[in-house]
């Protein structure tokens, strides 16, 4: 097994205490960053699908969401210094109503290791909260909006309309948790939709770069 297949393995099996030290390994071994960062991207994609089909549950996935942000710590510095580091700005945050923030965390995790610059705003967050970030903070490319409550999808509703129509420009909306779809989605104005963390990542770069 190659240093890079150990750590696609212990990430996929959360050990977060082995991933770093595989990480580093990996590196001294001249493995590319970029390698590195794909192999746990890819790990997580696994530990995503496994979750979509109830093998495993949140505490594996938090689990796994844990290894992989320890390993990305050992990267991020280098990260900073290859010129895939940024597709701009992504506020996330979960929509007014709705307290929940694994799926949330998990995908600004991921966005993250992506190359994007997060700004977190946490749980049960305003429209007007989401228009203040853009405004704030530089270079936004990207909304993401979570909900898993069925109740709180008229308060996404609300939040991606609001935004389309605040006059700011130059980002792009993209929406997701458990009760979303791609047709509701489209029925309230997002320009994006992920089912998970996984196809965020996919998604979010062909928003910011289209």
Do not use: R, W, Y
Not at 33 to 54: E, H, N, R, T, Y
Not at 107 to 126: P, Q, R, Y
Not at 173 to 185: K, Y
């Amino acid at each position: 097994m190659t240093k890079i297949e150990e750590v696609k393995a212990k990430v996929e099996a959360g050990k977060a205490k082995l991933v770093p030290g595989l990480v580093q390994e990996a590196l001294d071994e001249g493995n590319a960053v970029g390698d590195i960062l794909q192999a746990m991207i890819a790990s997580m994609g696994v530990v995503g699908d496994k979750f979509s089909v109830g093998e495993i549950f949140v505490p594996e996935m938090l689990m796994a969401a844990k290894a992989m942000s320890k390993g990305v710590a050992v990267l991020k510095p280098l990260l900073a210094g290859t010129s895939t580091a940024s597709f701009g700005t992504c506020v996330i945050g979960t929509v007014q109503g709705d307290l929940h923030d694994i799926g949330k965390n998990l995908v600004a995790m991921m966005i993250e290791s992506a190359g994007f610059k997060i700004v977190d705003l946490g749980v049960d967050v305003s429209t007007e909260k989401f228009i203040n970030a853009i405004k704030e903070n530089e270079n936004v490319t990207l909304v993401a909006c979570s909900g898993l409550l069925t109740t709180t999808m008229s308060a996404m509703k609300e939040t991606v309309q609001t935004l389309k129509t605040s006059g700011l420009t130059g980002f792009k909306v993209i929406v997701g948790g458990a009760p979303v779809t791609q047709a509701m989605a489209d029925e309230i104005g997002a320009d994006g939709f992920a089912p998970d963390a996984g196809s965020a990542v996919v998604k979010a770069k062909e928003l910011v770069n289209a």
